[in-house]
Each structure stands twice: as structure tokens, then as C-alpha cells.
């Protein structure tokens, strides 16, 4: 009978416990079951499990697996069709987004998961449509989810063809419809999985239902004890709706209905000032921070350093593969810091500590998640995560007088220095390799299923719309 | 007896030649030699090379070799210790920089060539003092180099201790001695490895060392036909010292003292202005763009957009591993192309398309190798590189409406999907294993003389002004 407590030893131990990241030389962790019994020194905890099983962290950093607070995985068959352009929804993603079929969002949603796996993402928030095998594949593959399927009120043909600057139309019944769709998901995955997958009310934005219907959602929400994942002020597209409709921006309209509390997940934020992002931090909600895809579709810092200093909960997104284009939290770290020290025209803003508890310990409370996930603690999920400090980029280690190991996790580490993932005791991924699913199979299913797609853009008239087609035509693609 | 070409077939090449990035699909190219001989779709080559050994490209891009136009490789020893802080000169490098052993500093030469070269860099602009073994790495590694040895009248002792604010103190006679090592330096490494290693001059800045001295470098330059690379508007402290010393900033100085023509690689530009810096491109002299340190050290993004819409020729460069922390040229184009949209807020700035040129073709014109290398073009070097578009973060791959590989280059890569990257027509890494050095002793060579500078910074009472003591104290690293 294999014994029940695995112990990882002798590694660079950041527990992100306490105010900083909790550093432990020569540290260990044993696990037992789904969680973690017991955290500290390698020689303390060696001589208390004398019998379990050994996994050797020598000259790996181990951390908390990380927290990917928004990805929308459905969209990676687009990956890399949607970027460099002004109107990017419009004039790029959306004429390519009505061809995505159920079969081509899964398989995508497949290769986006195993993207982010491998570069140590362990919690995926992830918002999209309830596609038959999205949640199923989730369940296979071993990771936490939080998992939000849109809510909106947009008319099922989708948003290709609109003229920029329209005030779009609702479709109350698309509407119901897609709260009972939620609904139906909900019951039948919140907790799933012995609790690995739990569910968010994904109500799309603040522009894209009814008032009426945004204050149902917020009641659906509290009654069956849900969070709501929602994007925010995500665009001057969006403030101009607001402004068209309702004669007021974002914020003061969301404050207005009793939206902005602990309950809530907001999301980008592009276009709040640091007074609205402040406000929604002293309201209570949270603030998902999605630096890459903003900054490639907006060319935005978002105000998330104001949302903070108000003494906001920011978590890190890797949002969609057509606009960021990867999905990959140590990406969002580094993007994330340098982006911020820009807008400030200042180094010292957003040091890799911080963006490190971002991405960790304060990611995991900011998604709801923080009395299980998030650091390595005792009696918390064994969600962790082994780095290479050998490789090249991450080399050499120094301790004294100034230990060099965050700062390369943020600014040098790409990812693909994650040896080992393991979520609630499972290891999922081993020597770079994913155990828990076929990875090969994966991408070309996603391959094949992205070719159709693109062959059924092609032959729609609306692909005359895509602003990268003149790029195309003079050879810069 | 082998056969005298080699072909690499069915990629998708980026030739880079006319202005934009020349793909051919299913395309090949021939090499005999150090030289391309045939580029072109892949049944024209291979009718024409049936004797060939071939190497498959299937799935992956084939792209010429990365360009850095700005390392400072002996640095890597450092790497980490110097970040998130205002004066990192002052108060996080040089209490470190000045205990770095020539010993140390080969090593992590060594270790930086290393991380580069498997991150697809296969031309080098190397910016440090000739230690004795640096070049001679070069020459073994088997990559492209140009290398700067320094040039300064700076003391000997160096900049630890200085005060923020205090005019730097000039050491001729110093100054006269990195002048003659430079043209020894020169004398002994222009032209070697069958041309593959090159010799610039590396004043330091115009602010290090006095005018005369600076003029006699030019002459110098000119006589011995080598161009100068050159840290120019590179800090505010760079400015104040200008301005204090000859009442000019950096751009007016230089350009009266004729400095600012087609020899000169003006590296950063962090300070100058739009106008400087299309000053600067119209005067015919090309930039060196270190947008990753910059952004680190300064909170920065330099004027290249402007100096490239004033039809400058821009290079890309990844600067110290203490202050960046990687050298990695794919990190650079992502950064770049991100950085400047946000400058701008426009996300059409820096295309994917236009980073990639900077990388590759337009860098290479920058450093004066555009006849030599970074296109993929019959009669030059055979320098390229092959990238995996197998990974999940590069899938799937998309030919029509949209062909999305150049920006999942840009902005997905982070350079491990390099599997094999040949210069001169010699396969240096292959599976991503470097071939011609052996990466574990040099880590560990890294290491152990990082640990030794450490121990000797920790014993230096210097070592208290060390911005990063306090987020030390505080647990935060």
C-alpha cells in the first residue's frame, strides 16, 4: 500500500504566508489527500514523515500554483488573428467569432488549458458558452476552475456587421435564455469535482443586458450564494454605450444599482479613471487585471495600481488567445510590473513582489478563493507548483545580501521553466509534461477544428471587414 | 565523403526580404558553407539539391537569426539583485559591480551567451571590458558577435560611493588606457572567426569622459573604419551631468561635435525627446532600443517610434540580466510593440510585422551587418533560426483569411519554442540542446562565482546603501 503523505523537499519555499511572499530555504511541504499537513524547514518535516513518498525541489522554487482570474480558453482557435488594429472587436474578432462552432470552442478551450497548465496556472477563471465537454474536460485534466458562462442579452447572430459607434440591441428572450442556461450549469457543477470546479454568474458587461435584467442577475446571484464575473469599463465602446443609453459612465451607473460589493469580480476596468477605480476598491469588489490583452487591444494601463493603493484585491487575467496572445500568468507578472512602473514613470511601482502576490495569495481571495487556495499553508489545497532556478534566464540563485529568485520569476521567467504542477495533491503536470491529458491529440484536434473555422470566415462576405486584411495583402503577415 | 548542402525544408519562411516578411509557404533554403545558396519554396529546391542532407522544418517557422543590438553579458553574475528602485546605478548595481572578478565576469558572459543563443539570438552586440576569455567564448559558442570593449574616463575604483547628483570625477589617464585596450582589443579580434567576430567602439557615454577625449575616439573610429556603439541620452543622471558640465543636452552636444552620423549606434535614447531623437535618425546615425531594461530601470518607453518614423534604422537590445533580467530578443519584440502602443495609446503602433523587421533585417542594417545577415536571402550568411509552431502557445497555425504566425511570434513566443538555431551555416542548438558549449558547467561555474561576489558585496560596508536591504528586511524578496 503506497503511503498516504508525499513530501516535497529542499527547495526555494515561497508560502507567500504573511504580508510578503514567506520565503523558506531549504523548504518542504507534505501533502496528504487533496491538502497540505504541514509546511516549514526540509529537516523538520523530513523527520516528521520519515515514511512518505519524496519528490526532491533542489534548486526549484516552489509557490503557490497560480491564479489565472480571466480567460475566455474558447477563443484559442482565433489565436493571433486579432491584434495590431484599432475597433478590435469589431473589425477583427467578431467577424471570425460567429464561425467558432461548439466543437471548435472546445477544442480550443482544450489547448488554452493545457497552455496554461504547463506554464503553472493551477485556478482557471474561465468565462465562456457551456459547450457540451467544456466543464467535463476540466474535470479530466485535474485543475481548479471557476467556471462563468455568459450571460447577456445580445442577439444570437452575434456582433459581425455591426458599424462602430451603433447602440447595440437587446434580445430579451436571448437573454432569459442564457440566465437559464447558467442557472442549469450552476446546478449541475458548482462543487463538481470534489470541489475543484465551482461556478460564476458570467454576466457579460454592464452594456450588453438591460438594466432590468442586470438587477436580476445580481438577485440570481446572491440567492444561490455566487459570485459575479464581469467585465467593467472594458472599453471606450463601452462608456459610449453607457453614456448613449443611460447618460452615465460605468461606475457611477453600477454604484447607483448596489453592484460594487465583495460579490463582485470586475474585470479590466480600461477605461475607469484612478477616482472610479478607487471607489470600486472602497465599495469592496475585486478587480481582475488583465494587462496583456489590454495593453495589445487598447494600448491601456489599467488602473489597477489606484484600485490597489485604494486597498483593492487585484487578480491577474490572461484573457483571450486572439488579443494577448498566450495565456500565461508569469507573461501577465512581467507585463503587469512593466506596464505600471510606465504609466507612473516610475521603477518602483508594482515590484515583483507585489505582482507575485497578485498572481497568488491576493489572486486567490480576490476570485474567492483565498481560504483554499493561493498559498502554501497548512490545511489548504496542495496546489503548488516546481520552477527550474537552473534554467539559464532564472540562473544563478542568490540569497545574500539581496535574494535575486522573485525578481527572476517575475521579470525572467517565461513559464517554461514549470517542472512540476500539482493541484489538490495530483500531480498534473511532470518534467514539462501533462499527464492528465494527450497533448499531442489536443493540438491538432485544435488545428483541424481552427482551419474549418477559418475556412468558414473566408467564405463569408463579412471577412472584408477585417482590418488586417490590408496588412495581408502587403506582405507584413 | 558528406555532401556539401544541406537543405531545410517545408517551413514556413520569413525570408524578410522586400519590405515586409517575405513568407513563403512550404518554402526551403540551401546552404553550402557558411552561405545561403537557394531560398525558395521547398519542390524548386529540392529538384534542384536531390544530393542534399535535408533537415525537416514541418510545423515550424524559419526565420533569420535574432539581432541584439545591446548586451551586456559579463553582468549575468547580477542578475536579479538590481530592480524595482529609483538611481539603480547608484543605489542597486554598483555596490555589486564593483566586486565582479574578471573571473565572475566570464562566467556569466558565458552563461548570458548561452540564454540568448537558445532563445534564438544569433548576432551579439556585447558591450563590456575584454576579460580575458570573452572573446575567445565567442569564437568557440560559434554565434555572431560584435563586440565593444569599453571606453571611459571614469576612476578605476568605480562608481560606488557616489553620491546621486555628484558631478562624475574624470581620470585621463585611465581614460587613455581603455583607449589603448580597446584598439588592442580590436587589432587582435576584428575580422576573426572567419569574419564572425567583429569589433566596435564602446565609448561608454558622452557624459563618462571629457570632449576631447570623446573626439579622439571618432577620429579613432574613423580611421580604423569600425563603427561606435555608444550609451547616448540614457538617464536623467546622463542629462544633469551634461547639462552641468557643458550647459547642452546629450543631442545638441553630439550633433555639434559631428558625432551623429551613420557610424554611430546610439544606444537608448531613454531621455531625448521626439524631436532629439528624429534629429538623431535624420542625421543618418541608427538606434539601439533596450525596451525591457528601460522599462525596469526608468519606467521609460524611449522615443523609437519616433525616431523610426523619421526613417532610422531601430535595432532591438536586451541590455543586463541585472535590470531587464533576461536576454532574450523575443521578450524584447513584445515588449517593444507593447510599450509603444501604450506610449501612444494606439494599439496600430509597432506592429507585430515592424518588431520582427527590428529583430531581424532592420537590425541587422542598424549594427552594419544588413549585407551579411538577418534576411534570408541567397548569397548571405546562413544565420536562422527554427521556432516550433507545435507549441500550444504558437497553435494552431492559420494561413487565410489571416495568417497569424508573425504576431504569435511577437506576442506569444517566449523564445523555448527555438528548437534549432544555425550561424554561418553550423548548427548550434538542435532540440534546444546548445551543442557547442556544455550548459550545466558553465551554470554551475555561473553560480559558484555569483556566490562569490555576493559573499564579497555582503562584506563591503558599501553593500548598506543597497536600495533593496529594506524590502529585504521586510520579507518581500
Given at each position: ?67 489565472d ?68 474536460f ?18 444570437p ?22 440566465i ?7 446546478r449541475?457543477?458548482h ?5 475543484r470546479?465551482t461556478v ?78 478607487a ?38 487575467g ?36 507585489e ?19 493561493g498559498?502554501?499553508?497548512e ?52 518534467q ?8 499531442a ?21 463579412l471577412?472584408?471587414e ?8 502587403r506582405?507584413?503577415?
Amino acid at each position: 500500500m503506497p503511503n498516504a503523505v508525499t513530501l516535497i523537499v529542499h527547495g526555494h519555499l515561497f508560502t507567500m504566508q504573511g504580508e510578503g511572499v514567506g520565503y523558506v530555504p531549504d523548504g518542504a511541504v507534505a501533502i496528504e489527500g487533496t491538502r497540505l499537513v504541514a509546511v516549514g524547514p526540509t529537516p523538520a518535516l523530513a523527520a516528521r514523515f520519515p515514511q512518505a513518498n519524496v519528490i526532491d525541489a533542489t534548486d526549484c522554487a516552489v509557490l503557490p500554483g497560480l491564479i489565472d482570474a480571466h480567460m475566455h480558453t474558447q477563443l484559442a482557435p482565433l489565436r493571433g488573428v486579432a491584434q495590431d488594429v484599432s475597433h478590435w472587436m469589431q473589425l477583427a474578432l467578431a467577424p471570425y467569432d460567429r464561425h467558432l462552432s461548439d466543437e471548435a470552442a472546445l477544442a480550443g478551450s482544450r489547448l488554452n488549458i493545457i497552455e496554461a497548465l504547463k506554464a503553472g496556472t493551477t485556478t482557471m477563471l474561465d468565462y465562456d458558452t457551456p459547450v457540451p465537454g467544456w466543464a467535463e474536460f476540466y474535470q479530466q485534466v485535474g485543475v481548479r476552475a471557476r467556471l462563468a458562462p455568459v450571460i447577456n442579452a445580445l442577439p444570437p447572430a452575434g456582433m459581425a456587421g455591426w458599424k462602430v459607434g451603433d447602440l447595440y440591441p437587446f434580445d430579451e428572450a436571448a437573454g432569459r435564455a442564457s440566465i437559464e442556461a447558467a442557472l442549469a450549469f450552476a446546478r449541475d457543477w458548482h462543487g463538481a469535482a470534489e470541489g475543484r470546479i465551482t461556478v460564476m454568474v458570467g454576466a457579460h458587461a454592464p452594456d450588453m443586458m438591460p438594466r432590468e435584467m442586470l438587477l436580476d442577475v445580481k438577485r440570481l446571484a446572491e440567492r444561490e450564494g455566487l459570485m459575479i464575473h464581469m467585465h467593467v469599463a472594458q472599453g471606450d465602446r463601452e462608456i459610449e454605450q453607457m453614456m448613449k443609453r443611460y447618460g452615465q459612465r460605468t461606475p457611477a451607473y453600477l454604484d447607483a444599482l448596489g453592484y460594487l460589493d465583495e460579490q463582485l469580480l470586475a474585470v479590466h476596468l480600461t477605461e475607469a479613471t484612478e477616482e472610479e477605480a478607487a471607489l470600486i476598491a472602497r465599495r469592496g469588489a475585486h478587480m481582475a487585471l488583465c494587462s496583456g490583452s489590454i495593453g495589445i487591444i487598447d494600448g491601456i494601463v489599467p488602473p489597477a495600481h489606484a484600485f490597489h493603493q485604494a486597498g483593492g484585491l487585484v487578480a491577474l487575467g490572461s484573457d483571450q488567445a486572439c488579443g494577448n496572445n498566450c495565456n500565461n500568468i508569469f507573461n501577465e507578472m512581467k507585463l503587469t510590473a512593466l506596464f505600471n512602473k510606465i504609466r507612473y514613470r516610475d521603477p518602483t511601482v508594482m515590484p515583483a513582489w507585489e505582482v507575485l502576490r497578485m498572481a497568488t495569495i491576493e489572486g486567490a481571495r480576490a476570485v474567492g478563493l483565498g481560504d483554499e487556495t493561493g498559498s502554501l499553508e497548512e490545511g489548504k489545497q496542495a496546489d503548488l507548483i516546481l520552477v527550474n532556478l537552473r534554467a539559464p534566464n532564472l540562473s544563478p540563485v542568490l540569497q545574500s545580501p539581496i535574494r535575486n529568485i522573485v525578481p527572476n520569476l517575475v521579470y525572467a521567467a517565461s513559464g517554461h521553466e514549470v517542472e512540476l504542477v500539482m493541484v489538490a495533491g495530483r500531480v498534473l503536470v511532470q518534467q514539462g509534461r501533462v499527464l492528465t491529458a494527450d497533448e499531442a491529440a489536443i493540438r491538432d484536434e485544435a488545428q483541424t477544428q481552427a482551419e474549418q473555422v477559418a475556412r468558414r470566415v473566408a467564405e463569408d462576405p463579412l471577412h472584408h471587414e477585417l482590418a488586417l486584411l490590408e496588412p495581408m495583402r502587403r506582405g507584413w503577415l
